[in-house]
């Protein structure tokens, strides 16, 4: 792995950590399907004009042309407007972690549906994930968490590692750009239509609002999903979803910083030993590629 795509990496993993923090400013003031969606129009449309600028096309192969209306639907209009919807009652560093267990999920469908080889170090991995969770639940359901908040982040996290699986390896074929904005496009349109017939229009307007929107627009809406895609078209899906196992404590650690979320020393013990549980699972699965 080269400096770059090191250095990808963690941008990815910081720009994906903050996009929690970010939701959470915005669905305090407005609703929270209509302000995804408007997000991901606008960066749709940005993302496929400064595609066509560069010379991509919209004629795409395919496998991109599955991959765009799979992670629009299951990525941006589920797990993100699950997750939306839940932190008008939940903590964002809750919905962090809880989204960050994906790449366990992916690893526990690999091996219990497609009979993947994962080794021990990725089985103790996969059992260290649950431990960690378990750890940071019982403590917050000591604490009175918002049961039906904490049931859509759940379903939200399940949609995204559906999304991934079934795509695998579909992105590949060049017109990142292109392939980004046109998912954000096709989560735009699933939103719009439910949150019309779902939500009212009351937006309490503040500029930290707008500074939140303007942020989740540009850098987690579009920036990190871009680098996202070139990350893995560099390194590969494995190597690049080794960078996860930071989210964990980037979510709650900017959590921490901008919103003064609190965390026991149960949450911070759970956040260590799921980082610590990705980590296994990526290195046995990269162990697994190399053997």
């Known amino acids: 792995m080269d400096i770059r795509a090191i250095i990808m990496g963690l941008a990815f993993a910081v720009m994906w950590s903050s996009a929690f923090t970010s939701a959470r400013i915005i669905v305090a003031a407005a609703p929270p399907l209509t302000a995804l969606c408007l997000r991901f129009l606008i960066s749709g449309l940005l993302g496929v004009l400064i595609a066509r600028m560069l010379g991509q096309t919209w004629k795409l192969t395919r496998n991109q042309w599955r991959a765009t209306i799979v992670f629009g639907i299951c990525q941006n209009a589920l797990y993100l407007g699950l997750n939306f919807v839940a932190m008008q009652s939940i903590e964002a560093s809750l919905a962090a972690i809880i989204a960050s267990t994906m790449p366990l999920l992916v690893g526990l469908a690999g091996w219990l549906i497609f009979g993947e080889r994962i080794g021990f170090l990725g089985i103790l991995g996969l059992l260290a994930g649950v431990v960690g969770v378990a750890i940071i639940m019982g403590s917050r359901l000591e604490g009175g968490v918002d049961m039906y908040g904490l049931t859509l982040c759940v379903l939200g996290v399940i949609a995204l590692t559906f999304a991934t699986l079934l795509v695998r390896g579909a992105t590949s074929g060049g017109n990142f750009l292109m392939v980004v904005g ?110």
Request: avoid cysteine; charged fraction near 10%.
């Open 182 to 291: 046109l998912q954000m496009l096709v989560g735009s349109a699933v939103l719009g239509a439910v949150a019309v017939t779902t939500e009212t229009i009351e937006i309490n307007w503040s500029w930290q609002l707008i500074a939140a929107f303007a942020y989740t627009t540009l850098v987690p809406g579009l920036a990190a999903t871009l680098v996202w895609f070139l990350l893995v078209n560099r390194i590969g899906a494995v190597r690049a979803a080794t960078f996860h196992f930071l989210n964990p404590f980037l979510g709650v650690a900017i959590a921490a910083l901008i919103l003064s979320e609190q965390l026991g020393t149960r949450d911070i013990i759970g956040v260590a030993v799921i980082a610590a549980g990705i980590l296994a699972v990526q290195l046995s699965k990269q162990r697994r590629l190399t053997n």
